[in-house]
């Protein structure tokens, strides 16, 4: 049986070729190096420099930074992935300035769309944890414009924004 480490492992590819293989085996070092905090943020700024205009590699950083807990890391690394995101919807990259009209953010059929979406409600939920809540808030209600039927469920985290309002002023 072949160790999970392995060079099979480090080497398989899973982006059809559209990233550069050598970043690519850098995102599979920083997991195999999730453990040691600088050896994988080093092996994810490597990807970065590889191929900085592919997506992927910024999203295993801002990976790499929310599963730490590295909040306010994680944060700076959302909002690149939304401005990017929103360069190639072909959207204003200020989130505020977005239109439902502006795409298909209602439906899970349109893949850019969908992932702006995500994106958006990650870079909220960031706000809301870091304790930025009038900004989170108005992010939560930027994702239930876009997407009325709340598919992407934003009106969630809004209840439990208020709900914690609600228990700090009964305190």
């Avoid at 959207?91 to 977005?98: A, L």
């Avoid at 953010?105 to 409600?121: E, N, T």
């Amino acid at each position: 049986m072949s160790n999970i480490w392995d060079d099979e492992w480090l080497n398989r590819r899973y982006y059809e070729g559209l990233l550069p293989e050598a970043a690519e085996r850098h995102l599979h070092l920083a997991a195999r190096s999730y453990a040691d905090d600088i050896c994988a943020e080093d092996h994810l700024m490597d990807a970065i420099a590889i191929a900085p205009e592919h997506m992927v590699v910024y999203l295993g950083l801002y990976k790499f930074y929310f599963y730490k807990g590295r909040l306010s890391e994680a944060l700076a690394t959302a909002r690149i992935c939304l401005q990017r995101s929103a360069v190639e919807l072909g959207i204003d990259p200020d989130w505020r300035k977005v239109r439902e009209r502006q795409a298909d953010f209602g439906s899970f059929d349109a893949p850019q769309a969908r992932f702006y979406m995500f994106v958006l409600k990650a870079y909220g939920y960031l706000h809301l944890r870091l304790g930025h809540l009038a900004t989170g808030s108005k992010i939560m209600d930027k994702l239930i414009e876009l997407d009325p039927t709340d598919k992407i469920q934003a009106r969630v985290l809004l209840e439990v924004l208020q709900k914690k309002e609600e228990d700090d002023d009964d305190a």
